[in-house]
């Protein structure tokens, strides 16, 4: 006999976690205090297995499912369950109450919160026996997401940890362990792809042009399209909450565009009018032009990173510096952009940089910026900056190269990083700090990030990929010229370039997480 789970509130989240409870074959309660709500839910959630069924994916009958599920005004039917997971409206006092009264009725059981901005163990706060209060944060939707943040709080009982992670691998989900911090693991890490985005927009970059070069670097959406679909309000509200719960941390903070558009009701998909209109939505990507290599302009590329690395093994290029063309600098640091090659016109990666720096380096010959992420997938966007001196042969030179290869290129307004690098940059230090601060493993982060946000790969793995040196550079190099803290460096990124560490492996500081001195007096031992 599976323990019976108690869910409570049944809005969104509450509906779904309550299907994938009962399609795991538990009796549930589903708790709320709108009689509509429970009737909706169960409307919600017959259609949903129905069309489980219709798939041929449902084990048993509708009816035997909803069966199990029982709707329930009162809280003393929860009690009696062994699990109960709160998903009521995100209100501190609410889910302090909640718990708090559950926990009075029956000392024993477990109690999990779904909330997506509270500290587990600020909700713990008032419940009798706090040992057994941990987060249970899922993702929308609950029943199709296998994502799921297992959270402990500083007094949950470690042992619990454990059998929550079980119990959500009998569900069918992916769950992660992280620790109670602002916004757990997933909604920190992935505050970049949106803040930074908007930083961009704000520096006159279209948001069109955005959204279609994140996607050719295949990430399932760009960030104003995403954003559209969550709803302007609760992205902004997952922005303001991180950025308070870590007292203003600059990198955190929140867009003035965000704020107005919220201002305005234009809170996206859900009001017909986002950051897009809907219909028709956001413009599809260009599609990429044909290859046509014979004729094009020859580089020489410079560099030893993996971008000069995938460039040299896929496009045409000479290794006669007398033969070529045009010198595609791959290399990062801008100090080291003037020393070779007089004649020829500069094509050089602005990760660390603007083009107008790089022209400042080579004073009158003719420079343009590119920008493009490896893994170099087949719709993947160059993005080209004239510098402020205007546009020059090679810039043209950039431009007819690029597209012979089957690659559509945007001009972007100039400056440093480039849209796609500048946000992976940014991602990449974000989730290196939760690996210091012990939020999650390396593993799990990669993990969390994939599943939680569709990303092509986690972030860890992509500075990987990238080699961390380079990442580190371009951060060095974004700090130095846009002059704001935002794109410091974390030192743990600089720790690992200085001891020549290339991967984050099993580099695991969860056990000091919480500065846990008795463990390291152990450990010491
Ligand atoms: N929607 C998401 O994408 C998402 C994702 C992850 C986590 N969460 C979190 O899940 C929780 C619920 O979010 P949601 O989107 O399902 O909200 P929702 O507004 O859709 O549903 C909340 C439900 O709680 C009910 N409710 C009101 N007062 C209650 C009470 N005193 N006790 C129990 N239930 C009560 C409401 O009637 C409603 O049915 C929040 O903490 C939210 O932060 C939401």
Not at 187 to 193: I, L, Q, S
């Amino acid at each position: 006999m599976k323990e019976t789970v108690a869910i409570l509130g049944a809005g969104t989240m509450g509906r779904g976690i309550a299907e994938v409870a009962a399609l795991a074959g538990h009796a549930v309660w589903l708790y709320d205090p709108l009689e509509a709500a429970l009737e909706r839910a169960l409307t919600e959630i017959r259609t949903d297995l129905q069309k489980l069924a219709e798939k041929g994916r449902l084990v048993g009958t509708v009816d035997e499912v909803l069966a199990r599920i029982q709707p329930t005004q009162s809280l003393e039917d929860c009690a009696k369950a062994a699990w109960v997971i709160e998903a009521a409206p995100e209100q501190l006092e609410l889910k302090q109450e909640l718990l708090g009264q559950l926990g009075q009725l029956n000392p024993d059981n477990i109690l999990a919160s779904n909330t997506s901005t509270f500290s587990i163990s600020a909700i713990a706060a008032r419940v009798k026996h706090p040992e057994r209060v941990l987060g249970l944060h899922f993702f929308n939707p609950a029943q199709r997401m296998k994502l799921v943040e297992v959270v402990g709080g500083l007094q949950t009982a470690p042992a619990l940890l454990q059998r929550a992670l079980e119990l959500m691998q009998s569900w069918g989900k992916e769950p992660v362990q992280v620790v109670d911090a602002p916004g757990f693991l997933v909604n920190r890490v992935a505050r970049p792809f949106y803040g930074e985005a908007l930083r961009l927009h704000g520096e006159g970059i279209a948001k069109e042009h955005i959204d279609w070069i994140l996607r050719g670097l295949g990430f399932p959406m760009g960030p104003f399209e995403l954003m559209d679909l969550i709803g302007l309000d609760v992205n902004y509200a997952a922005s303001t909450s991180v950025y308070q719960a870590f007292y203003g941390e600059p990198r955190y903070r929140p867009h003035p565009l965000q704020y107005q558009r919220v201002a305005a009701g234009m809170l996206g998909r859900k009001t017909g009018q986002g950051w897009y209109t809907y219909p028709p939505g956001p413009p599809r990507p260009p599609t990429p032009p044909p290859v046509q290599t014979q004729d094009t302009p020859l580089p020489l590329i410079v560099g030893p990173n993996p971008l000069a690395q995938e460039l040299r093994a896929r496009f045409r290029h000479t290794e006669n510096a007398a033969e070529a063309q045009f010198v595609l600098d791959c290399r990062v640091k801008l100090e080291r952009k003037h020393d070779f090659f007089e004649n020829l016109p500069v094509v050089s990666l602005v990760w660390g940089h603007s083009a107008s720096s790089v022209q400042a380096e080579f004073r009158e010959r003719p420079v343009a910026g590119f920008s493009l992420v490896p893994p170099i997938g087949e719709q993947a966007i160059v993005e080209l900056f004239a510098p402020l001196s205007g546009a020059n042969q090679a810039l043209e030179l950039a431009q007819t190269y690029f597209r012979a290869h089957g690659h559509h290129t945007l001009l972007l307004p100039d400056q440093p990083g480039g849209v796609g690098f500048r946000i992976l940059a940014l991602l990449i230090n974000e989730a290196v700090s939760a690996l210091a601060e012990g939020v999650a493993s390396p593993a799990d982060l990669n993990r969390a990030m994939r599943l939680g946000t569709g990303y092509p790969l986690g972030p860890l793995e992509w500075a990987e990929r990238l080699w961390l040196k380079p990442v580190l550079r371009a951060l060095e190099g974004l700090q130095a010229e846009l002059g704001e803290d935002r794109y410091r460096p974390h030192p743990l990124l600089r720790r690992m370039v200085a001891a020549g560490l290339e991967t984050f492996g099993n580099l695991s500081l969860a056990p000091y997480a919480k500065g846990d001195l008795q463990t390291r007096e152990e450990e010491a031992v």
